[in-house]
């Protein structure tokens, strides 16, 4: 039985992880759709709160005031690349061309935007809801209340990323940190909800050894993740290929994708393997009505599901729906492999058997 308080923080917690899944399938749209511009700025939309829904509504020079705005942030960015060592990047963010050109108004494309900041904004009160429940927990366990504290710093860190994403016009290698940084926000949100509930739930961990199953089921999460970086990199590469194909011949971006599309695709077999005998070695360790059994079949569901939207896109032109559960499939996945690395710790009541 958990006391009021701590029941608030795990409800509150699983909320948060099921609203920051369902953020990420809302980039997922956005970035399908192409409305990653749809709000050339930031955090307004058209310097609105609600924003327009047909030109006539649009700021007066609009395009000249946006572009000032973003040239000045760049500057500021280049700025801070060149202090950190990175000039050769900050050059290149100085003399992208592409940042003084602004994007045609598209009410759909920014709802869509707006939509996605809405769900960004839900999500970054949930985790304050979270920081301050966990107070509760100060005396119990400070990790709780110390990595609710430390993703609400990265959450803050992720908005203002995002407002560099913008200002950059979608560079690729910040979308590749946003997407790595949203799985370590995740991975967060999923521990302490976890610490939180091994608090009076024991029984979830193990009593027998497990550190050969825990160390693969490491490896098979961290394979994972190198899988959703690599996707990251191959869905810049569609981008840049529907631009310099002026969004013609889809049927053969595919085939001009190179070699990390090709690594891509082959390492999701590595993937399978290695899970699949991950599957093999919690069953033969657990029943199946344990929760060790339940999460790594739900791995391999997942799994199956991921390749299969792999085949779609492969051989479908990369429909765009298909993109999205791509990349929805890859955090769920990876939030399943999570938690069942963590449901392998042993209960310390049986360390010394």
């Known amino acids: 039985m958990y006391p009021a308080s701590e029941k608030r923080f795990l409800n509150i917690s699983l909320i948060t992880i099921i609203t920051l899944f369902v953020l990420i399938l809302a980039g997922g749209v956005v970035r399908s759709s192409g409305s990653g511009m749809g709000c050339p700025d930031w955090p307004k939309c058209f310097d ?69 900041r809405l769900v960004g904004v839900v999500f970054g009160f949930l985790l304050i809801a ?69 608090l009076r739930d024991r029984h979830l961990l193990t009593s027998t050894p497990t550190k050969y199953v825990k160390i693969w089921a490491m490896v098979a999460m961290l394979l994972t993740v ?18 310099a194909m002026n969004n013609l011949n889809r049927s053969e971006w595919v085939s001009n994708l190179g070699i990390t599309f090709d690594i891509h695709r082959d390492l999701a077999i590595l993937v399978l393997i290695v899970n699949i005998v991950l599957f093999v070695m919690v069953r033969a360790r657990y029943v199946m009505k344990g929760h060790q059994f339940k999460y790594v079949l739900a791995v391999l569901i997942l799994i199956g599901l991921q390749i299969l939207s792999g085949i779609i896109l492969s051989y479908l032109a990369l429909p765009p729906v298909a993109q999205t559960t791509h990349l929805v499939l890859a955090c769920i996945l990876f939030g399943a492999q999570y938690y069942l690395m963590l449901l392998l710790g042993r209960n310390k009541l049986y360390s010394r058997i």
């Open 226 to 243: 190198v899988q959703i970086l690599l996707g990251t990199t191959v869905r810049e590469q569609v981008d840049a290929l529907a631009v």
């Open 48 to 116: 609105k709160y609600i924003p327009p829904t047909n030109a006539s509504e649009l700021p007066a020079n609009y395009r000249e005031k946006y572009v000032e705005k973003r040239v000045a942030k760049n500057q500021r960015f280049a700025h801070m690349l060149d202090v950190l060592g990175y000039g050769k990047m900050a050059e290149r963010i100085r003399n992208d061309e592409s940042i003084l050109k602004a994007e045609e108004f598209n009410a759909l494309n920014t709802w869509i935007e707006y939509i996605n």
């Open 130 to 198: 979270c920081f301050i429940y966990s107070f509760t927990y100060f005396r119990l366990s400070k990790s709780i209340f110390f990595l609710s504290l430390l993703n609400l710093f990265l959450v803050g860190f992720q908005g203002w990323l995002g407002s560099i994403v913008v200002s950059t016009n979608l560079m690729p290698w910040l979308i590749t940190l946003h997407m790595l940084l949203a799985i370590a926000i995740l991975a967060i949100c999923i521990a302490t909800y976890f610490k939180a509930r091994i």
